[in-house]
């Protein structure tokens, strides 16, 4: 089969953003060259991966390590590879994934994931093509395309720190940014046809719904924060509950009546942050918190408030690190909730405890900060 024509069958889609991304991988695919897919979780960025290895004509496997589903302290060994007796359990020896992937392609998903110290190893491989299992001094030659993935912002990692800009530069020679689901509705009916074929191939008897035009109509006004992962479970859950039938508007919000009430929570963060805002932009003591110097002097600020309360302080600390937390998850309630510490249920309440209303929509998921009000 033409390869160009197994790659459409692989990225599956007619829109811009999805024929841009398929003649990336075209392009880079006969250049021994690092590429680095970029996008969010759950749209499909191994793919990038295995459209790369199946048109470079590498005679090797594609080799697939999630960084991030490893624990740091489990995975030199898992890419390196080990002797026997290097550590407890190691029992025999063991080849590590540069050296599975000798001859074909190593996919490193959530390369942002890789702890520090690796980062300093894998740019010694990248540099000198050799590998050292754990527990040896042998240097064995290895031979792979290398592609990696992240859904995180890796240049900002960089500046933060937490990831070495010298092998950044080194893994990121060839960009290929992955376009979400809510970039690509026009693919939606080319999707849906694709998954449901695969469905009836898996699943011998099952009988996957159909669509309206109304049906259709909703699935491409849905923001999909889930991407494709999302649309495939969507798939799966409307093949059990409605299987054979033809499934309307009505049908497809009962069936993502749960992501419903994600945006349902995502719009009272909207308005919780507009409230905190507009508080904080009222309130003195607010701005003493927004606003602090290395020494805070709190004797000075009971001087310079004489009506001072401290209820209204504490909420006020309450409310600033809340916006502080937000802005820093770019409004996703779990990360802010994580970041300070709390539940993300907890944060909702808290968030509604300040007397906040649901009236404002989300977008794909994630809060948009709006402009501090004079």
């Known amino acids: 089969?033409?390869?160009?024509?197994?790659?459409?069958?692989?990225?599956?889609?007619?829109?811009?953003?999805?024929?841009?991304?398929?003649?990336?991988?075209?392009?880079?695919?006969?250049?021994?060259?690092?590429?680095?897919?970029?996008?969010?979780?759950?749209?499909?960025?191994?793919?990038?991966?295995?459209?790369?290895?199946?048109?470079?004509?590498?005679?090797?496997?594609?080799?697939?390590?999630?960084?991030?589903?490893?624990?740091?302290?489990?995975?030199?060994?898992?890419?390196?590879?080990?002797?026997?007796?290097?550590?407890?359990?190691?029992?025999?020896?063991?080849?590590?994934?540069?050296?599975?992937?000798?001859?074909?392609?190593?996919?490193?998903?959530?390369?942002?994931?890789?702890?520090?110290?690796?980062?300093?190893?894998l740019l010694r491989i990248l540099e000198c093509r050799v590998v050292q299992r754990v527990g040896s001094n042998e240097e064995i030659p290895v031979d792979f395309r290398l592609v990696c993935a992240t859904h995180q912002n890796i240049e900002a990692q960089v500046e933060e720190r937490q990831f070495r800009a010298d092998l950044l530069y080194r893994i990121n020679v060839f960009p290929i940014r992955v376009p979400a689901l809510a970039e690509r509705r026009e693919d939606i009916p080319e999707l849906l046809r694709f998954l449901v074929l695969r469905m009836e191939s898996e699943n011998p008897g099952m009988q996957p719904p159909s669509f309206d035009p109304s049906g259709l109509t909703a699935l491409q006004k849905y923001s999909w924060p889930g991407n494709i992962r999302e649309l495939r479970n969507f798939i799966e859950r409307a093949s059990?509950?409605?299987?054979?039938?033809?499934?309307?508007?009505?049908?497809?919000?009962?069936l993502l009546s749960f992501d419903a009430e994600k945006e349902v929570e995502q719009a009272t963060l909207w308005d919780a942050l507009e409230n905190i805002q507009e508080q904080a932009a009222a309130s003195s003591q607010v701005k003493a918190i927004t606003n602090p110097t290395n020494e805070f002097n709190y004797a000075s600020l009971l001087k310079q408030n004489p009506d001072f309360n401290l209820k209204d302080f504490m909420n006020a600390t309450e409310m600033a690190l809340i916006e502080a937390a937000l802005e820093q998850s770019g409004g996703s309630a779990p990360d802010a909730a994580r970041i300070l510490g709390l539940r993300r249920t907890t944060l909702i309440e808290k968030l509604r405890k300040f007397g906040m209303n649901t009236g404002a929509t989300a977008t794909d998921g994630q809060l948009k900060m709006k402009p501090r009000r004079a």
């Not at 470079?56 to 496997?61: H, L, V, Y």
């Not at 697939?64 to 898992?78: F, H, Q, R």
């Not at 054979?244 to 009962?254: K, R, W």
């Open 1 to 121: 089969m033409n390869s160009n024509l197994h790659l459409a069958r692989m990225i599956i889609g007619s829109s811009f953003a999805t024929c841009k991304m398929r003649d990336l991988i075209s392009s880079v695919a006969d250049f021994n060259v690092a590429v680095m897919a970029q996008g969010p979780t759950g749209a499909g960025k191994e793919l990038v991966a295995r459209g790369i290895h199946l048109m470079s004509g590498r005679k090797g496997k594609l080799v697939a390590v999630n960084c991030a589903a490893i624990p740091s302290d489990l995975l030199e060994a898992e890419l390196f590879g080990y002797e026997k007796g290097a550590f407890t359990g190691a029992e025999k020896r063991r080849a590590g994934r540069f050296e599975e992937a000798r001859g074909g392609t190593l996919f490193l998903d959530e390369i942002g994931d890789m702890p520090l110290e690796l980062q300093a190893k």
């Open 240 to 254: 059990v509950l409605f299987s054979g039938q033809q499934i309307t508007a009505a049908e497809v919000s009962s």
